[in-house]
């Protein structure tokens, strides 16, 4: 069936450091993807989104990279912070059917050493 | 503001408890989302309203029933729980269906 995943359950970077969390997807008829951040005790926060027809888009901080051939979607965090440590999900939406709805990837968790 | 707030934070109930949990949005947004979220597992869709009406069931038990009275509100009324059912319940609002949902902090339930 189709899925979205992540390649690695954790992340471990250093302060300072420049931070990529990778993600896969394998419906080819998705059409949009977001990042979200979850910290401890809350929901997930909203980080960045990108359409199918862009292949880069950037925020502050974080650029999202999306490469269709390869069916892969990369969060890059510039400048890695301790606040930054949060599982990250990544979600696609389909372009058709399930239209209404994001399927969420298992997520990552990324630790920052100080 | 991009708030979405629940209430309660936290909630215990028996098997045979009632209970409803709460959640609302002044952002304007016009479809509304309920989520189970068990833990280190992503958030899972369990109702999708959109403009009020009911959008997506995703073959939620009916001891689950959503309702939504009007466009910044959206109640999850609760009955005969399992202790299965124990998870953070999240809501999240966006202004068009599926794009950019924006997620309250949840209610974190257990079924004793």
């Known amino acids: 069936g189709e899925s979205v995943g992540l390649h690695l359950p954790t992340l471990s970077v250093q302060e300072g450091d420049n931070s990529i969390i990778n993600c896969a997807y394998s419906?080819?008829?998705?059409?949009?993807f977001i990042w979200y951040k979850q910290e401890s005790g809350k929901g997930p926060q909203f980080i960045i989104d990108?359409?199918?027809?862009?292949d880069k888009r950037q925020g502050q901080r974080v650029t999202v990279l999306l490469n269709k051939t390869v069916k892969h979607l990369s969060l890059q965090i510039a400048a890695t912070q301790p606040g930054d440590s949060a599982v990250y999900f990544c979600?696609?939406?389909?372009?058709?059917?399930?239209?209404?709805?994001?399927?969420f990837g298992k997520g990552i968790t990324l630790s920052v050493r100080p | 503001d991009t708030e979405v707030t629940q209430t309660p934070k936290h909630l215990v109930m028996g098997m045979t408890n009632k209970k409803s949990l709460k959640c609302e949005q002044h952002?304007?947004?016009?479809?509304m989302y309920w989520y189970k979220q068990k833990a280190k597992k992503p958030p899972e869709l369990m109702f999708v309203?959109?403009?009020?009406?009911?959008?997506i069931n995703e073959s939620v038990p009916s001891r689950f029933s959503p309702e939504c009275p009007n466009s910044s509100l959206l109640n999850l009324h609760l009955h005969a729980l399992q202790p299965e059912d124990s998870a953070l319940y999240l809501c999240?609002?966006?202004?068009?269906?599926?794009?950019?949902?924006?997620f309250g902090p949840g209610t974190r339930l257990t079924v004793t």
């Open positions: 952002m304007g947004h016009r479809a």
């Open positions: 309203y959109s403009y009020e009406k009911l959008s």
């Open positions: 999240a609002s966006s202004q068009e269906l599926a794009r950019e949902q924006y």
């Open positions: 419906n080819s008829a998705s059409d949009y």
């Open positions: 979600a696609e939406k389909g372009s058709t059917g399930a239209n209404s709805k994001l399927t």
């Open positions: 990108i359409r199918s027809n862009m």
